[in-house]
C-alpha cells in the first residue's frame, strides 16, 4: 500500500510523542492519548497515518484507548473499525485485542455479550476475523472453554493462527489431549509469535493428567519470546510448573523474578503472583515432612524403635 503523508503537519509529532512515551508510564501515556483523541477531526488523520509505518505502533496503541474508552454497546464494533481500517495482520490483531479484552475484563465490562456470534454474516474476512478473535480473548479471560469450544466448532473462517490457538486453548484447558494435536499444528505456522505462546501456556496451566504436560509448557518457556526470562507472566506458569514438579528452590525464585519484574497497575495480576508464591512454600513443607515421616518410618523398621 502506498504510504500517503497525514493531513495534518503536526499529527506525526505529536504522534511520535506519544510512541517515545515509556510503556511503564502508563498513566502519563493514557492521558497523552485522550487529549489527541480529543482534538477535532483527528480520526481521520490517524486512519491515514496507521498505514505510515514509522506512525503505525502510535497509532494503534491510540486506537487501543479509543476502543478501552467506547461506550459498552460500541466496544466491539469501534475493535472492528479499527483493525478493518488499519488492515490489521492476524499477529496485529491477536496483540490490539488481547489488550480490549483484558480491559474490558478489568473495567467488569460483559464483552463476550456485545460480539455478534454469527462471523459469517460478514463477508468481511477482517471483521470476521476480528469478531472470532475477540469473542475468543473474552471467553478465555472469563475461562469459559466449553463456550470457548462451542464458537469454534460454530466458526466457518476464517481460520487464522490465533484462532487456531484459542481452540487449543479451549481444548487443553479442558485436559482434552487432542487440544496438544491442535496446539502442534499452531506451533508449525505461529512463528514464536508471543500472543500465540502465551495462549498455548495458559490452556496447558488449566489442564490436568495431559501426556507430558510440564514438558510442553518448558518447550513453550524455552522459545526465544521468553528466553531472556523478562516476562512476569511467562515466569509464573514457569513457577506453578516447576513447583508440581517439585522443584521448590527453582519455583520459589522464578516467582520472585517475577514478582521483581511485574509493572504496578495490576492488582489481580500481583495478587496472583503472589497466591503462587504462597503454595511453592506450602507444597515444599508439606513435600519436606512428608520425606521426613518416611526417612522416620524407615528408621523404625530398621531398628524396631523410635529414634
Known amino acids: 500500500m502506498t504510504t500517503v503523508p497525514p493531513t495534518s503537519p503536526m499529527l506525526a509529532e505529536d504522534v511520535l510523542a506519544f510512541v517515545r512515551q515509556p510503556p511503564t508510564a502508563r498513566l502519563a501515556r493514557l492521558a497523552q492519548a485522550r487529549r489527541l483523541l480529543r482534538e477535532p477531526h483527528v480520526r ?9 509505518p514509522q506512525l503505525r505502533p502510535g497509532v494503534l496503541a491510540l486506537a487501543g484507548v479509543d476502543v478501552q ?20 495482520t492476524w499477529q496485529e490483531s491477536a496483540a490490539f485485542l488481547a489488550d480490549v479484552a483484558w480491559q474490558a475484563r478489568r473495567d467488569g465490562r460483559r464483552l ?85 505462546l502465551h495462549t498455548l501456556l495458559h490452556g496447558l496451566w488449566l489442564g490436568d493428567g495431559l501426556p507430558q504436560r ?21 515466569l509464573f506458569r514457569e513457577a506453578g510448573t516447576l513447583r508440581e514438579m517439585h522443584c521448590f528452590g527453582e519455583a520459589l525464585a522464578t516467582i520472585d523474578r517475577a514478582l521483581e519484574l511485574l509493572p504496578p497497575g495490576d492488582p489481580g495480576v500481583h495478587d496472583d503472583l503472589i497466591r503462587e508464591r504462597a503454595l ?7 513435600h519436606e515432612a512428608a520425606r521426613a515421616g518416611v526417612a522416620q518410618a524407615s528408621r523404625l523398621d530398621r531398628t524396631g524403635r523410635w529414634g
Open 44 to 52: 481521520p488523520l490517524l486512519e491515514e497515518a496507521v498505514h505510515i
Open 69 to 88: 474508552d467506547a461506550p459498552e454497546t460500541v466496544c466491539a464494533a469501534r475493535a472492528e473499525h479499527w483493525m478493518h481500517v488499519s488492515q490489521a
Open 112 to 196: 463476550a455479550e456485545e460480539i455478534p456470534r454469527d462471523t459469517s454474516s460478514t463477508r468481511d474476512p477482517i471483521t470476521a476475523r476480528t469478531r472470532i478473535h475477540l469473542l475468543g480473548l473474552a471467553l478465555r479471560y472469563d475461562f469459559r472453554r466449553v463456550a470457548l469450544e462451542e464458537a469454534m466448532r460454530e466458526h466457518r473462517g476464517p481460520w487464522d493462527v490465533f484462532t487456531r490457538a484459542l481452540f487449543a486453548f479451549a481444548l487443553l484447558g479442558q485436559s482434552k489431549p487432542q487440544g496438544l494435536q491442535v496446539m502442534d499444528g499452531v506451533l508449525a505456522y505461529a512463528a514464536d509469535d508471543v500472543k500465540v
Open 214 to 234: 510440564h514438558q510442553h509448557m518448558l518447550g513453550l518457556l524455552s522459545r526465544p519470546p521468553f528466553r531472556e526470562r523478562t516476562d512476569p507472566l511467562a
Open 280 to 286: 511453592v512454600i506450602v507444597a515444599r513443607d508439606v
